[in-house]
């Protein structure tokens, strides 16, 4: 019989599944971070036992192994001792006139939403290091972001 008349199953035509991508660098997180990746490493396990079949059981696996890689390799940081920006930091800053505040977490807890950004954002990247007071150069321009105030989030520490 002809290859053109052979019946081909449905499984040949499926996009392969891929592990989820994992950030390139450090996983730094704050405490609450790690406290968060545990709890999403517990709340898969019990999806995954009560799981209706065995696709929704293998999408629970396979965010599972994401969540176990990201658990094993975060890398807590205490927040800075001096005044200046750091991870677990939230920061008030002036840019083109408006004023905004920022904290500074791991990738897997940001929330830009919610004013969490993680440090390997641009901006982030941006304001690492400075200190109140000072300008900081942001997108190519010198003086375009003025930190007005720094502290320690005690959100992102428990």
């Known amino acids: 019989m002809s290859v053109a008349f052979r019946r081909e199953g449905d499984d040949e035509h499926k996009e392969p599944e891929f592990e989820l991508p994992i950030a390139v660098g450090p996983n730094l997180v704050t405490p609450r971070g790690l406290r968060l990746l545990g709890e999403e490493v517990a709340r898969l396990e019990t999806a995954i036992d009560t799981a209706p079949d065995d696709d929704a059981r293998k999408k629970l696996q396979r965010r599972l192994r994401y969540f176990h890689t990201r658990q094993s390799t975060a890398e807590v940081q205490a927040p800075p001792n001096d005044a200046s920006v750091g991870i677990g930091g939230r920061i008030c800053y002036r840019l083109n006139g408006a004023e905004r505040t920022i904290t500074i977490v ?53």
Do not use: K, N
């Open 106 to 158: 791991g990738g897997d807890e940001a929330d830009p939403a919610r004013g969490h950004i993680a440090f390997s954002a641009p901006l982030a990247r941006a304001l690492m290091g400075a200190e109140a007071g000072e300008s900081v150069e942001y997108q190519g321009r010198e003086d375009a972001i003025v930190i007005l105030a720094v502290e320690t989030d005690p959100e992102t520490q428990a």
